[in-house]
């Protein structure tokens, strides 16, 4: 028998401190000191005498620290979180890869930052733009100070727009080589939900408006939308009044890159869902290949029109998306993957021929979608479609009390998980501070989540699929149901697809 390596803790005798140390015992030395040698008549379950009893941290379940906000004279929002920890978050919530009045380059950006130990991030969604910066705390004027100079000072020189847009033609092109097509059917099921309007237009640059973005455009742009009062400078780990002094500071009355001109064409109209469906024919067959390449599949979203994160629906609509949950067919892992969804039960574990079955929800501040992504041989089309759409209107049928029970759980601890880390917190502050001015904490959404009842679920689900469906479709859509079928097959009792006959196939 090999020898045992024990790193060992003990309380040297008279000193009162702890020693660490490496020992080495053989196979009987090691017996010896398993079964308490040192202390022949204390069982293991009994503390060892002189070491002192040790004090454990409690938790409530509530943060002691609410979210602070406080408005600047010239309407911009200044939020913070307070949390213990050497390191802050602080960003613009509407990156740093252009030269500004202060910095020749991004290079010099980048410098600054390392000096605090700080990393920075730029991220665009539909409705928000973020600028965001993680640094030591001690930093936080330097920080706030660049945020600024990124955000209102941008030089944007020709050089700079150039390489703007070659890196915009090459994530196009990657986009339509990717063999994961979630996001490009995001897209379209965006389009075809809210037909030109609002969130419906498209995020992705058309491929024709590149060579047209210019310094001017661009100028225009900055010049309707980023105003204080549609801003948020939010901070997670920074005192509050010492953000909102960094934040008077450089923010208040400084004159943008592209003037002090008013807002002129701010689009401020509500998304108008339509509903409707959006199709891409495309050859799939050779999108991943290698020695074990990604067999031919065509791509199906269903979708259908929930409601906005500011509505007291929007709880209950997220527990029905973690109620039906999904994945794709080669997940691995147990129950905390969702494998006791109803996507997992109902579709996956009794179709092989699935590969992947998934619900989403995207919520905004005046819409929402609950999607269901789909994918199979293009051979099967109609028969998935199918499968989607009995899903659809079993939703508004009974609730099981324990997948609700489930799905609750589920939901509350993917919020709390999320919520460990810094950035999402830092995000969650800025987007919430932004559409409501306030934000909720984790309990009060967790209390939220458990108060949701099966009649609530049903509830939003029969007002769901009152709407029109939209549809999004990629691949081969030979044997693709027309969408006057599915949306027959929505408004129906048992979701099927309506009969068709072929006097030749």
């Known amino acids: 028998m090999a020898a045992v390596v024990v790193v060992a803790t003990r309380l040297l005798r008279g000193s009162g401190c702890w020693s660490h140390s490496r020992l080495r015992f053989g196979p009987s030395a090691y017996r010896r000191f398993s079964s308490g040698g040192a202390y022949p008549n204390i069982p293991l379950s009994s503390p060892l005498p002189g070491v002192p009893k040790p004090v454990f941290a409690t938790v409530d379940g509530q943060e002691k620290f609410e979210t602070k906000v406080t408005t600047l004279d010239n309407g911009l929002h200044v939020a913070s979180q307070n949390k213990f920890g ?3 978050t602080v960003g613009s919530k509407y990156c740093c890869g252009a030269s500004t009045a202060r910095f020749d380059s991004k290079d010099e950006i980048l410098l600054t930052l390392e000096k605090h130990g700080g990393i920075c991030d730029c991220q665009t969604s539909r409705d928000t733009t973020m ?4 640094a030591d705390s001690k930093g936080l004027d330097t920080v706030v100070g660049l945020l600024a100079d990124v955000v209102l000072q941008p030089r944007l020189t020709d050089e700079e727009v150039e390489m703007t847009r070659m890196a915009v033609q090459f994530e196009l092109e990657d986009l339509n080589l990717r063999p994961d097509p979630e996001p490009l059917l995001t897209e379209m099921i965006h389009e075809a939900a809210y037909r030109e309007n609002t969130v419906g237009l498209h995020r992705f640059c058309p491929t024709e408006n590149i060579a047209k973005i210019n310094r001017e455009v661009l100028h225009s742009y900055l010049r309707n939308y980023y105003t204080p009062d549609r801003m948020v400078l939010a901070g997670v780990g920074v005192e509050h009044e010492h953000l909102v002094d960094c934040a008077r500071k ?69 527990v029905l998306n973690m109620m ?77 009390a324990v997948e609700l029970e489930r799905a609750k759980t589920q939901l509350t601890s993917m ?39 099966p009649e609530d679920v049903k509830r939003v689900a029969s007002k769901m699929l009152r709407g029109k469906p939209a549809v999004a479709a990629l691949g081969d859509l030979t044997d693709l149901p027309t969408y006057e079928h599915i949306q027959s097959a929505l408004s129906s009792k048992d979701g099927r697809l309506p009969r068709t006959y072929r006097l030749f196939r």
């Open 415 to 453: 919020l709390m998980m999320n919520l460990e880390s810094r950035p999402v917190i830092f995000e969650d502050v800025g987007r919430q501070v932004l559409a409501t001015r306030s934000r909720k904490l984790p309990h009060e959404l967790c209390t939220l989540i458990r108060n949701v009842k």
């Open 86 to 88: 050497q390191f802050c």
């Open 324 to 400: 039906m949950g999904g994945g794709g067919s080669f997940s691995a892992g147990g129950p905390g993957k969702g494998m006791f969804s109803r996507l997992y039960l109902n579709v996956l574990n009794r179709h092989h021929w699935m590969y992947n079955a998934t619900s989403y929800h995207h919520s905004y501040e005046d819409t929402g979608l609950l999607c269901i992504h789909a994918s199979a041989d293009p051979r099967q089309v109609r028969e998935m479609v199918e499968i989607i759409t009995k899903e659809f209107i079993l939703m508004g049928g009974t609730v099981d």
């Open 131 to 134: 600028y965001a910066v993680s």
């Open 250 to 318: 450089y923010l208040l009355g400084v004159q943008p890159a592209w003037g002090s001109a008013e807002a002129v064409d701010v689009d401020r109209s509500v998304a108008q869902y339509t509903g409707g469906i959006a199709k891409l024919e495309r050859d799939m067959s050779n999108v991943s290949l290698g020695p074990t390449p990604i067999p031919e599949l065509t791509h199906i979203m269903v979708g259908l029109e929930s409601c906005s994160f500011l509505e007291e629906d929007f709880i209950p609509f997220a």
